[in-house]
């Protein structure tokens, strides 16, 4: 193919030298002159292992040139790939007054082209800002397909990564894959399809993991000098889990955590650290986090303008009794306390055979639970107008015959709202 690269920083350069090993003809755009004269000398404009090797070797194929000519790059190429910075304002906020312009001068170019075109995003945007590109600028723009692909480049690694990519998505307008295959082929055969929001995101996603993974792995280093042991070996063994540390299996958005241990052991080290010192900041705001997760619920569940409401699930998790620190039951005690009307089915949950803190934990919080406690889940539907399944204890499949049309059901795994009207569909995300 015949690809415009428009950015010629890290990102745009690394793109251009490794599509050019495949056999693509790249021209370059950039308002920076000096960035333009190395690219038509088949020189990086960065410093980065085998760049310098890759684009010598495209100059010398006739497949690398470059231009400060927005409308040339558009006419010589079939794809446009936005690869222009979005550095930091001072308030933090993301300039992206360099894509604006791109986006306004490839519209141009692709209206005075008059064929059809392919534009991909690069550019490491917010979400909602593919979709705002859209329209201010190509609304009217006749044959164009717009689609968002983040890079996942690391410098020093960055055309290994481009070859063996650790991740490959594609944004498109409806989530659904692309019409055509360009950006496929361009940018990852076996890339992961989602709406320009949901490809944005996952770059924050991606970053904010591996910030918190660093700074995770700081403090528990802090924490292991404080102690006198080697954090190294701590967080090495920390890694040989791979059931749970390095696993999906805390990894998808649902309920608050709850039960008797991470609520208990993450407030006793955070405890520790304050009373020594040892300042851990990430570790002092998780319960806070956990806190606001657990409000918002509260806010989706109060913001229906129902009073009956059903609980499928009290306890922390299913396949257990065990209602210490269970959200659900900060759920219960808060409606009950606003006066709302609950019904409660949970398979697990059997009030003759809870003992010691347990026990106690629910006597002090819901003395009258056993007044609220259902035989079956269709029964608990049967008398609410909101139904909120927190645990996989029932399947919200196995509802579809008992849910009437005007209730509604909200799914806190995977934290879904689903409608009546939606039960066609795997839901709404939230």
Known sequence: MNVSIFGLGYVGAVTAGCLTERGHRVIGADVQQTKVDAFNAGVSPIVEPELNELLASAKTKGLLSATTDAAEAVRASEVSIVCVGTPSLASGRLNLDYVRKVSEQISAAIVAKGSRHVLIFRSTMLPGSTRSMVTDFFASTPNVSIYYC?????????????????????????????????????????????????????????????????????????????????????????????????????????????????????SALSSLARMEGVNLPLLDNVLDSNEAHLDLLIKLITSKGVRRVGLLGLAFKKDTDDLRGSPMVAVAETLLGRGYELSIYDPSLNLSRLIGRNEAEINRRMPHLASLLRDSAEEVVGESELIIASQKCVSVDALRSVVKAEQCVIDVNGWRELSALAWGYEGLCW
């Not at 991740?167 to 409806?174: E, I, S, Y």
């Open 150 to 266: 983040p890079e996942f480049l690391r410098e020093g690694t960055a055309v290994k990564d481009f070859r063996e990519p650790s991740l490959c998505v594609v944004g498109t307008n409806d989530g659904n894959a692309p019409a055509t295959n360009e950006a496929l082929e361009l940018l990852g055969e076996k890339a992961e399809v989602l709406a320009w929001e949901g490809a944005e995101l996952i770059k924050y996603s991606c970053n904010y993991f591996h910030a918190l993974k660093v700074g995770f792995a700081n403090e528990i280093g802090r924490m292991a000098k404080f102690v006198g042991v080697d954090g190294a070996r701590v967080m090495d063994v920390v890694c040989r889990d791979e059931k749970l540390n390095i696993s999906r299996y805390y990894m998808k958005p649902g309920n608050p955590f709850g039960g008797s241990c991470l609520p208990k052991d993450v």
